[in-house]
């Protein structure tokens, strides 16, 4: 959460800011928290991914949180790709940027398990 994840550059090539998830780094080394919403959306699906791993007696739920969590991260690189317009410059991600995307796939790879584990207790419970 707290790893470079994109530079601002200005039209002419020059350093602008560095963002993280919390704020805006200029070359001064002020800070303005414009990008904190970046952390709010990511503290919001990292504690409801851990929610969602304690809730494994109720499988249907579980299924939706993984789905509320996919969103989540997908609002994280929606909100991403606005905060440039507002400071006025191009942006270059960093390597940590492609997180969030790791945890999309993997939390639909859970979700994909817990519907399929949903669908095999509902065959047992026929076959009794």
Same mark, same amino acid.
């Given at each position: 959460?707290? $790893?470079?994840?994109? @530079? =601002? *550059?200005?039209? !002419? ?8 998830? +919390? ?8 800070h303005?928290?414009t ?6 959306v ?5 504690? $409801?991914?851990?929610? @969602? =791993? *304690?809730?494994? !007696? ?8 993984? +789905? ?24 270059? $991600?960093e ?34």
């Amino acid at each position: 959460m707290s $790893l470079q994840v994109a @530079t =601002i *550059f200005s039209d !002419s090539g020059a350093m602008v800011a560095r963002m993280y998830n +919390l704020w805006l780094s200029d070359g001064q080394g002020q800070h303005a928290f414009t990008s904190a919403p970046l952390l709010v959306v990511l503290l919001l699906a990292a504690v $409801l991914s851990l929610v @969602t =791993i *304690f809730m494994y !007696s109720r499988r249907k739920l579980q299924a939706q949180m993984c +789905l509320l969590s996919i969103l989540l991260l997908v609002l994280w690189y929606v909100v991403l790709a606005v905060l440039p317009q507002r400071t006025g410059g191009i942006m270059h $991600l960093e390597w940590p940027a492609v997180l969030p995307a790791i945890s999309i796939i993997l939390t639909f790879m859970a979700r994909k398990g817990i519907l399929a584990d949903e669908k095999l207790v509902r065959s047992l419970d026929r076959i009794r």
